[in-house]
């Protein structure tokens, strides 16, 4: 189903599901806000799992802590394009009678074990906006599901409520047809969107494979500095690499030198990084304001955030291009490193 952005897709998902109002939806700490503001605006309490330090994503070992009697679903986001371990997610909710939604925001065209994200929850939200993989002209979403109710819901509820079957399956007297069969809004796509996105749809696997590209020749520049920690998927995952992330190790940097320093110093060189995805979204006021924050901090997100360096890997971008700021960033990081005595200490 087609709907006017991604924000709109997640609470299209939350609505098509059926999940009751006043219960809870368990979403990470680290992503865009949208994740659990669309939990807020469809009457629901977000929860905040941490993540995994590898993946930055959740998992059911550090969501299963935070399922109560009052939990009713997971949204668990693949970010960056890394698919999250699906199968112990859906076995944990299928243990405790919960829905999934898989947030794709960043992720077309990610696999985990050899199938599509979007197709592995009960339902998922995918964005189109201006710096996604696939995008629609500047906005633009989608809700997926194998369930065909769930799919006639999202269908209805983004057009005003009409009937799927009343529009196309039924027969009406006279001139005026009523087609609305239920109380829904307004949340469509144009059609001038949906064209660009059934052609970028064509270009999807190209794009993906030169983001993959991209980021290889990032990790084989940037391996083995002992200033930045990498992480590679693993075999069963195919990681549609939206971002690239690299983490630095600051027990291995002089004293004077901070990843905000770190980042300024590489953007007056012309390389474009910058931290990448909210670490804890629910240190934004919004969240704070309404008593939502958790009552104790998500460290391994928290520690994933002060470290953080986010590079673009956009099929836009040449192979020089990203040979160059890989060069860059290890000349930067050669030049900012400890002495050879403290690097010993650190060890």
């Given at each position: 189903?087609?709907?006017?952005?991604?924000?709109?897709?997640?609470?299209?998902?939350?609505?098509?599901?059926?999940?009751?109002?006043?219960?809870?939806?368990?979403?990470?700490?680290?992503?865009?806000?949208?994740?659990?503001?669309?939990?807020?605006?469809?009457?629901?309490r977000p929860i905040f799992?941490?993540?995994?330090?590898?993946?930055?994503?959740?998992?059911?070992?550090?969501?299963?802590?935070?399922?109560?009697?009052?939990?009713?679903?997971?949204?668990?986001?693949?970010?960056?394009?890394?698919?999250?371990?699906?199968?112990?997610?859906?076995?944990?909710?299928?243990?405790?009678?919960?829905?999934?939604?898989?947030?794709?925001?960043?992720?077309?065209?990610?696999?985990?074990?050899?199938?599509?994200?979007?197709?592995?929850?009960?339902?998922?939200?995918?964005?189109?906006?201006?710096?996604?993989?696939?995008?629609?002209?500047?906005?633009?979403?989608?809700?997926?599901?194998?369930?065909?109710?769930?799919?006639?819901?999202?269908?209805?509820?983004?057009?005003?409520?009409?009937?799927?079957?009343?529009?196309?399956?039924?027969?009406?007297?006279?001139v005026f047809r009523w087609?609305?069969?239920?109380?829904?809004?307004?949340?469509?796509?144009?059609?001038?969107?949906?064209?660009?996105?059934?052609?970028?749809?064509?270009?999807?696997?190209?794009?993906?494979?030169?983001?993959?590209?991209?980021?290889?020749?990032?990790?084989?520049?940037?391996a083995g500095h002992h200033?930045?920690?990498?992480?590679?998927?693993?075999?069963?995952?195919?990681?549609?690499?939206?971002?690239?992330?690299?983490?630095?190790?600051?027990?291995?940097?002089?004293?004077?030198?901070?990843?905000?320093?770190?980042?300024?110093?590489?953007?007056?060189?012309?390389?474009?990084?910058?931290?990448?995805?909210?670490?804890?979204?629910?240190?934004?006021?919004?969240?704070?304001?309404?008593?939502?924050?958790?009552?104790?901090?998500?460290?391994?997100?928290?520690?994933?955030?002060?470290?953080?360096?986010?590079?673009?890997?956009?099929?836009?971008?040449?192979?020089?291009?990203?040979?160059?700021?890989?060069?860059?960033?290890?000349?930067?990081?050669?030049?900012?490193?400890?002495?050879?005595?403290?690097?010993?200490?650190?060890?």
């Amino acid at each position: 189903v087609a709907c006017a952005n991604g924000t709109v897709a997640l609470e299209l998902a939350i609505e098509a599901l059926e999940i009751p109002q006043g219960t809870e939806i368990i979403v990470p700490c680290r992503t865009f806000m949208a994740t659990a503001s669309a939990v807020v605006a469809r009457g629901c309490r977000p929860i905040f799992a941490d993540v995994e330090q590898a993946s930055g994503n959740i998992s059911a070992r550090t969501v299963a802590p935070l399922i109560t009697d009052k939990t009713s679903a997971i949204i668990c986001v693949h970010l960056a394009g890394w698919p999250c371990e699906m199968d112990e997610i859906m076995s944990l909710a299928h243990q405790h009678g919960l829905k999934v939604i898989e947030d794709c925001a960043q992720a077309h065209g990610a696999e985990y074990r050899g199938q599509p994200v979007g197709s592995l929850g009960h339902a998922a939200a995918f964005s189109f906006c201006q710096d996604k993989i696939i995008t629609t002209g500047g906005e633009g979403g989608m809700v997926t599901t194998d369930d065909e109710t769930v799919w006639k819901r999202a269908w209805s509820y983004k057009d005003h409520g009409k009937g799927y079957d009343t529009v196309f399956h039924t027969k009406h007297e006279g001139v005026f047809r009523w087609l609305h069969d239920s109380l829904g809004t307004n949340w469509r796509l144009t059609e001038m969107q949906a064209a660009i996105g059934r052609v970028q749809l064509k270009r999807l696997p190209q794009w993906v494979e030169t983001r993959q590209d991209h980021a290889a020749t990032l990790t084989a520049l940037l391996a083995g500095h002992h200033a930045l920690r990498l992480s590679v998927p693993p075999k069963h995952v195919k990681h549609a690499c939206y971002k690239f992330y690299a983490y630095l190790r600051p027990e291995f940097l002089r004293g004077d030198w901070s990843r905000d320093r770190i980042v300024q110093e590489l953007q007056a060189d012309g390389i474009p990084v910058g931290c990448g995805s909210c670490a804890e979204i629910y240190l934004e006021q919004g969240f704070q304001k309404a008593g939502l924050a958790p009552a104790e901090p998500c460290e391994v997100s928290r520690e994933m955030g002060e470290t953080s360096l986010m590079f673009p890997v956009h099929p836009t971008l040449s192979a020089d291009d990203v040979t160059r700021m890989g060069q860059t960033v290890r000349g930067v990081l050669d030049r900012v490193v400890a002495e050879t005595s403290q690097l010993k200490r650190a060890a």
